[in-house]
């Protein structure tokens, strides 16, 4: 599988070289976290809950929860950047997926051209890069433990695996950035947004792990997606050897705001491989970043898509969707505090009207509080609060609403 082969490659190439101790930084994030959790069962736990926790029995659920990310940055040279982050999940055991894995792992390449003008160059696997919320070293948020609904979604479902090319240029205080992408190893992203729906979770996949999928009849012995492999999907997979492509534009005015835009289209051939179906997902997503002032931040961004699979020009069981989504932040910082707040919306609808109803309506908010009393600890607490109703899990016999409600407490340690 092209996953392995990549990361092994870049690994063997940072193992090879001789290591300089001034070339080689280490990051890493470490996390503990106490949950109370009400809401259906989670989506992690084979449910149709909206977080990767959920409740027992219509009541509240306490437990805890650990997350470990390291990130590790090899420069061999002024120009070059080897970089490979693995993440950690401690998860209860009722939880699917694997416990830890390779998250990322890309060459870099930055030349300048002149003192205005520069490359970027990379290959490997790494994350799109069109989030404004996740900007902390290791794809973290400075502002809230539990990201927006579209970056929760990326973080399960898309990575890039294949090369990306940046041009940046540089005025007194603008900075204007044009790039792209050929990349594969995306066929499935739309597998859980089709079928699970949005969600909320900071938990980024992982390299060869495989994910539940919600308890569907459509999904179970002799139902329309049968042939769907029955421990789940498998987000970083590459089953039809198309490519997909991506591109994007981003501008910046110093201290002042960044303004984003980007499509991506995985191009994938929507039949069935190996247990798993290749996703037509196409994607065009915008943002804004404004700073208000040296204390408050406003966050927004936007993506509307579709995405597909199965026999679009024959009649039968298929799934075509159409899918919107979008939130709003506002973050302020006083010394050691940070104070932010978020609301999202979401919505999909189901344009095939084959098997099951995979429309949805949703919203949610979410606040955090964190103090940060040294460089590498941080206390926090949040509060997520998901109210959406899911037609396909009344269909399956689960209740219509999936309502749920996410209380946090966080000891973070950061190096």
Same mark, same amino acid.
């Given at each position: 599988?092209?996953?392995?082969?990549?990361?092994?490659?870049?690994?063997?190439?940072?193992?090879?070289?001789?290591?300089?101790?001034?070339?080689?930084?280490?990051?890493?994030?470490?996390?503990?976290?106490?949950?109370?959790?009400?809401?259906?069962?989670?989506?992690?736990? #084979?449910?149709?809950?909206?977080?990767?926790?959920?409740?027992?029995?219509?009541?509240?659920? @306490?437990?805890?929860? @650990?997350?470990?990310?390291?990130?590790?940055?090899?420069?061999?040279?002024?120009?070059?950047?080897?970089?490979?982050?693995?993440?950690?999940?401690?998860?209860?055991?009722?939880?699917?997926?694997?416990?830890?894995?390779?998250?990322?792992?890309?060459?870099?390449?930055?030349?300048?051209?002149?003192?205005?003008?520069?490359?970027?160059?990379?290959?490997?696997?790494?994350?799109?890069?069109?989030?404004?919320?996740?900007?902390?070293?290791?794809?973290?948020?400075? /502002?809230?433990?539990?990201?927006?609904?579209?970056?929760?979604?990326?973080?399960?479902?898309?990575?890039?695996?294949?090369?990306?090319?940046?041009?940046?240029?540089?005025?007194?205080?603008?900075?204007?950035?044009?790039?792209?992408?050929?990349?594969?190893?995306?066929?499935?992203?739309?597998?859980?947004?089709?079928?699970?729906?949005?969600?909320?979770?900071?938990?980024?996949?992982? &390299?060869?792990?495989?994910?539940?999928?919600?308890?569907?009849?459509?999904?179970?012995?002799?139902?329309?997606?049968?042939?769907?492999?029955?421990?789940?999907?498998?987000?970083?997979?590459?089953?039809?050897?198309?490519?997909?492509?991506?591109? %994007?534009? %981003?501008?910046?005015?110093?201290?002042?705001?960044?303004?984003?835009?980007? /499509?991506?289209?995985?191009?994938?051939?929507?039949?069935?491989?190996?247990?798993? /179906?290749?996703?037509?997902?196409?994607?065009?997503?915008?943002?804004?970043?404004?700073?208000?002032?040296?204390?408050? &931040?406003?966050?927004?961004?936007?993506?509307?898509?579709?995405? @597909?699979?199965?026999?679009?020009?024959?009649?039968?069981?298929?799934?075509?969707?159409?899918?919107?989504?979008?939130?709003?932040?506002?973050?302020?910082?006083?010394?050691?505090?940070?104070?932010? @707040?978020? &609301?999202?919306?979401?919505?999909?609808?189901?344009?095939?009207?084959?098997?099951?109803?995979?429309?949805?309506?949703?919203?949610?908010?979410?606040?955090?509080?964190?103090?940060?009393?040294?460089?590498?600890?941080?206390?926090?607490?949040? /509060?997520?609060?998901?109210?959406?109703?899911?037609?396909?899990?009344?269909?399956? #016999?689960?209740?219509?609403?999936?309502?749920?409600?996410?209380?946090?407490?966080?000891?973070?340690? &950061?190096?």
């Amino acid at each position: 599988m092209m996953l392995p082969r990549v990361g092994v490659c870049l690994l063997a190439l940072g193992a090879s070289a001789s290591v300089r101790a001034d070339a080689l930084d280490v990051a890493g994030a470490l996390s503990a976290r106490g949950l109370a959790v009400s809401g259906p069962p989670g989506w992690l736990e #084979g449910g149709f809950g909206r977080l990767t926790e959920g409740g027992r029995a219509d009541e509240t659920r @306490g437990l805890f929860r @650990g997350e470990g990310h390291l990130g590790l940055d090899w420069r061999p040279g002024e120009a070059w950047l080897l970089h490979v982050h693995a993440s950690a999940h401690g998860e209860p055991s009722s939880a699917g997926g694997q416990r830890a894995g390779l998250t990322e792992a890309f060459l870099l390449f930055r030349p300048e051209l002149t003192p205005r003008a520069s490359l970027r160059l990379r290959a490997g696997l790494f994350f799109p890069p069109t989030s404004l919320e996740n900007i902390d070293p290791l794809w973290q948020s400075p /502002y809230t433990m539990t990201p927006s609904a579209l970056n929760s979604w990326i973080g399960e479902e898309l990575r890039l695996a294949g090369a990306d090319a940046a041009v940046v240029l540089r005025g007194e205080r603008n900075r204007l950035e044009l790039g792209g992408a050929a990349f594969g190893a995306a066929d499935t992203s739309g597998a859980l947004l089709a079928w699970r729906g949005f969600a909320f979770g900071d938990r980024l996949s992982t &390299v060869g792990e495989t994910l539940p999928l919600p308890p569907l009849v459509t999904l179970g012995p002799g139902g329309a997606f049968a042939d769907q492999r029955d421990d789940g999907t498998r987000p970083l997979d590459e089953l039809d050897g198309r490519a997909g492509w991506h591109a %994007r534009a %981003r501008f910046a005015r110093e201290s002042a705001f960044r303004l984003q835009a980007a /499509y991506s289209d995985n191009r994938g051939d929507r039949a069935l491989h190996r247990g798993q /179906y290749a996703w037509r997902t196409r994607v065009a997503q915008a943002g804004l970043e404004a700073n208000l002032g040296a204390s408050v &931040v406003i966050v927004a961004e936007a993506a509307a898509g579709d995405t @597909g699979m199965g026999p679009a020009v024959v009649a039968g069981p298929q799934v075509d969707l159409r899918f919107r989504v979008g939130y709003l932040l506002v973050s302020w910082r006083a010394g050691r505090f940070r104070l932010s @707040g978020r &609301v999202d919306a979401f919505d999909s609808d189901d344009r095939d009207g084959t098997a099951e109803p995979n429309d949805e309506r949703g919203f949610s908010a979410t606040g955090a509080v964190f103090f940060q009393p040294t460089r590498v600890l941080r206390v926090g607490a949040e /509060y997520v609060a998901v109210r959406a109703d899911r037609p396909a899990a009344a269909f399956s #016999g689960a209740a219509l609403s999936t309502d749920a409600d996410r209380a946090t407490v966080e000891l973070r340690l &950061v190096f």
